[in-house]
Each structure stands twice: as C-alpha cells, then as structure tokens.
C-alpha cells in the first residue's frame, strides 16, 4: 500500500451549483481517472522530469461552457504545481462507461495544457479509461459553492471566471 509521500498527484474536487447538488458520479469517475495517472509508472516518470514534487490538481465541474478549452490558473507553491482547471458536466443519463471515458479524456486535456505551459516534453500513453470501483462514492471529498444568480439567458453557459476558479479551493 502507498503512503501519501508516494502520490505525486493530489485531487481536489469541487462542483460549481446553482441547484445545490454535486454530480457524485462524475466526479467520482475524474478521482478514479487522477488516480490510474498517479499510479501508472509512466506517468510517475513523466512527473520526475517536471521539477515539482507533486501537483495539486483542482477540478472544478460546471454547467455547459462554450469555451474550447477549461478555464485554467496553473501556479507553483513551494515545491508544488497548484493547477485548478473547470471542466463540463456530462449529458444527464451518462453511464458509468462513458463517465470514465469523459473523466479520462478531461483529466489528459488537463494535463496537456500543464504540459504546454511548462513547456515538458509530450504525455505518455494515457491508460485505458476504466470504471470506479462500486464503494468508491463514500471517499470523494467535494467542495461545493453555490454561484451568484445570473441573467436566465446566461444560465446554461456555466463559466466561471479565472478569479473564481483561483479562489475556488480557498
């Protein structure tokens, strides 16, 4: 078993709500998908060649953006990357496949701006998506925070702004 010193990559998972309600589901299948990189040797020696001991990795969920790529604040703290990044939810009625198949492709799309802000060399083979163990729901820490009411002709955009994702995790 690893203890924490051995993760170099350390989730932090927020949902951005109107309703109140977190997408447990989906959330739990972004720490799965954070998890199978933090442990896949390939990934932990890409990691090595970045200089940082670990990143702080926050994924903030929200509602439908139209922005080609998440909103981003990517930092170093210590000897730490802090990387906060927002990201779409999923169409209601995903199943548990396409949620691990979404997660993994939003966590890499995550990773390759890391990549291209810090100028490392192209990401290793992602491994292949695969879904959350069943108890996995009871560990997933979350910070939710409701967004100020907004415009009816705005709602379904989503977008956080770069101060609220710097400022998402406190």
Not at 15 to 21: E, H, K, L, N, V
Not at 45 to 70: K, M
Not at 91 to 101: T, Y
Request: charged share 25%; aromatic share 8%.
């Amino acid at each position: 078993m690893r203890t924490m010193d051995e993760f170099w990559l350390h989730p932090r998972l927020g949902t951005a709500t109107r309703d109140g309600r977190a997408p447990r589901h989906y959330l739990v299948a972004l720490q799965h998908a954070v998890q199978t990189l933090d442990a896949d040797p390939r990934w932990q020696q890409w990691w090595r060649g970045s200089g940082f001991a670990g990143c702080e990795l926050g994924i903030v969920t929200e509602g439908q953006y139209d922005h080609l790529r998440p909103s981003a604040d990517i930092r170093r703290v210590d000897d730490q990357l802090r990387a906060n990044f927002t990201c779409e939810l999923p169409p209601p009625g995903s199943d548990r496949e396409e949620l691990a198949r979404r997660a993994t492709t939003e966590v890499r799309t995550m990773f390759e701006v890391i990549r291209e802000a810090m100028a490392l060399p192209d990401l290793p083979p992602t491994p292949e998506p695969s879904t959350p163990p069943a108890d996995a729901d009871d560990d997933v820490p979350v910070t939710a925070k409701g967004l100020p009411s907004i415009p009816r002709e705005l709602e379904q955009q989503g977008y956080l702004t770069l101060t609220q994702v710097q400022d998402f995790f406190g």
